[in-house]
């Protein structure tokens, strides 16, 4: 498995003002997580919840006007306080994994690693993320792709274009 | 052709290909004009143009009888796509996050405490 510093292709950070260990509650109680964690206008329930390495945290995804959703975190390291490891995907209803129902374009699994520093002014928090399963010598061909400046003229904006249509696209797949 | 995320991740996986598209990137160009610089007959190229067609990432024209390769960019936007899907949803979950320890940490006040 890749190192947390392998991991080039997507990295979120935010700082937050509180001590670590209650990020950590936040991130390891059913209670809570289900109050802040999933997509945009969907209401998370915990249906499982097994904070421990091979442990599942599955949840389904309710939103109005959509068809309910699951997905499932299956935690493969956790090293309180500081990093949790995981596997995220979409799943059935009985937490077996599953393709994205809006579409077959994203990675069946995601491997996530998250990390929290303690700062003066209360915890970083870092989540890294690739395709499981990828190669070192893909992810850095994408790496260039996604960076390339060159790349991005020979497609002559498409990739301006690609951004406006993802945000659109976007919105309307998780606002449902 | 619809992209699928696998047969680009699988396509991608050999280098010559990334180079090919890597050269596509900057314009179309003949089996011809891409065998020459990787030193590689035009046969063993039509192999690798086949399998980034397959892909979705590559097609050729059928207008010229040298049928210039083309990079689509939809195949490689596919690949990405989950990027930005993934991205937003974690900010809006982060965002979501930060206003739940700050409402939590108030109720706790307001409790007197009984948090770590």
């Known amino acids: 498995m890749a190192g947390s510093k392998d991991f080039r292709i997507f990295e979120v950070t935010r700082q937050l003002r509180h001590p670590r260990s209650t990020v950590w509650d936040a991130w390891s109680r059913r209670d809570q997580i289900e109050k802040w964690w999933g997509p945009k206008g969907c209401a998370v329930r915990a249906l499982r919840f097994e904070f421990r390495p091979g442990g599942f945290f599955h949840y389904s995804m309710e939103a109005a006007v959509a068809p309910t959703m699951w997905g499932r975190f299956n935690f493969l390291e956790i090293s309180a306080p500081d990093r949790i490891v995981w596997l995220n995907s979409f799943a059935n209803r009985d937490c077996g994994m599953a393709r994205a129902p809006f579409s077959d374009k994203c990675p069946l699994e995601i491997l996530n690693i998250v990390t929290f520093s303690g700062t003066p002014e209360g915890t970083t928090q870092t989540l890294r993320a690739e395709p499981f399963g990828a190669t070192e010598d893909e992810m850095q061909f994408f790496e260039d792709l996604c960076s390339s400046g060159s790349l991005a003229q020979g497609f002559g904006g498409t990739f301006d274009q690609l951004s406006e249509h993802l945000n659109g696209e976007l919105d309307a797949q998780f606002s449902r | ?116």
């Open chain 2, 1 to 116: 052709m619809k992209p699928n995320l696998d047969h680009v991740f699988s396509a991608l996986a050999d280098p010559t290909r990334r180079r090919i598209v890597a050269r596509l990137a900057r314009g179309e160009a003949t089996v011809m004009d891409l065998a020459a610089p990787f030193k590689m007959t035009q046969p063993s190229v039509s192999k690798h143009i086949k399998v980034l067609e397959r892909a979705g990432l590559v097609s050729r024209s059928r207008l010229a009888q040298t049928r210039p390769c083309r990079l689509e960019p939809a195949a490689l936007r596919a690949a990405m796509e989950w990027t930005g899907s993934y991205r937003m949803l974690w900010e809006d979950s982060f965002d979501r996050l930060s206003d739940f320890l700050d409402e939590n940490s108030n109720t706790k006040k307001k409790d007197g405490g009984n948090g770590r």
